[in-house]
């Protein structure tokens, strides 16, 4: 079958950078997407990696590797406001959006 | 209209009733999806529609409907609710549907059924 693991919950300090994982075994692989989703709202694109290595968007970056099937999120100066669940998602060989269940990160100041 | 409008925005349904929920794009996106979101699960697509005119079921189709009569509108219809559809609805849009078309989201709509 097809999986997407990431932790459930995290939490680091203000000011701070965190890495959040995820791991995925798909049928065929077609991009991996990173998605913002503060509480009670719509989940917002963050990166789209298709190959291998870091991309990096202000703050935050992706990297992946394909051959291991792993992706990280980065977060660097983290800031009260990026307290919110990260949703890692990888397209299949269909182009269908596999989701994992997301990350929760709790900012502290 | 600025992106993807859901309505409503939250709705308490008695089981049985039928109900449709309501999503529009003004962003002229070919493709569009209807996605669950449950508490510990990842976004579960119920149903897709490429184009206008097609339809498509995803992972969880089971009890649930929709149609795609133009490019902007794409109601979802569960026709006769069960307490498992409780659930948050998010309806998606992108532009195609090829590996870098990323997905823009509606803010949701949260039903309980009772």
């Known amino acids: 079958g097809q999986n997407i693991d990431q932790p459930t919950e995290m939490t680091a300090t203000e000011g701070a950078i965190v890495q959040i994982n995820c791991t995925y075994q798909?049928?065929?692989?077609?991009?991996l997407f990173w998605y913002q989703q503060h509480a009670g709202e719509a989940p917002t694109f963050l990166s789209y990696?298709?190959l291998d290595g870091l991309e990096e968007k202000g703050r935050f970056s992706s990297f992946l590797s394909r051959s291991k099937g792993y992706s990280y999120l980065l977060l660097k100066e983290l800031q009260m406001k990026d307290s919110a669940s990260y949703l890692c998602?990888?397209?299949?060989?269909?182009?269908?959006?596999?989701w994992g269940a997301g990350t929760k990160l709790i900012i502290k100041p | 209209i600025a992106g993807i409008t859901q309505a409503p925005t939250s709705q308490i349904l008695a089981a049985g009733r039928r109900m449709t929920l309501r999503c529009t794009q003004d962003?002229?996106?070919?493709?569009m999806y209807w996605y669950r979101q449950d508490l510990g699960l990842g976004l579960r697509l119920i149903h897709y529609?490429?184009?206008?005119?097609?339809?498509g079921k995803g992972e969880v189709p089971d009890g649930y409907s929709v149609s795609r009569a133009n490019t902007d509108d794409f109601p979802l219809t569960l026709a006769s609710a069960v307490p498992s559809q409780t659930s948050v609805y998010f309806c998606?849009?992108?532009?195609?549907?090829?590996?870098?078309?990323?997905?823009?989201f509606g803010p949701g709509t949260r039903l309980t059924v009772l």
């Open positions: 798909t049928s065929g692989f077609n991009g």
């Open positions: 962003m002229r996106h070919n493709a």
């Open positions: 990696n298709v």
């Open positions: 998602a990888v397209m299949d060989s269909n182009y269908q959006l596999i």
């Open positions: 998606a849009s992108s532009e195609g549907t090829g590996g870098t078309d990323t997905k823009y």
């Open positions: 529609s490429n184009t206008a005119g097609t339809t």
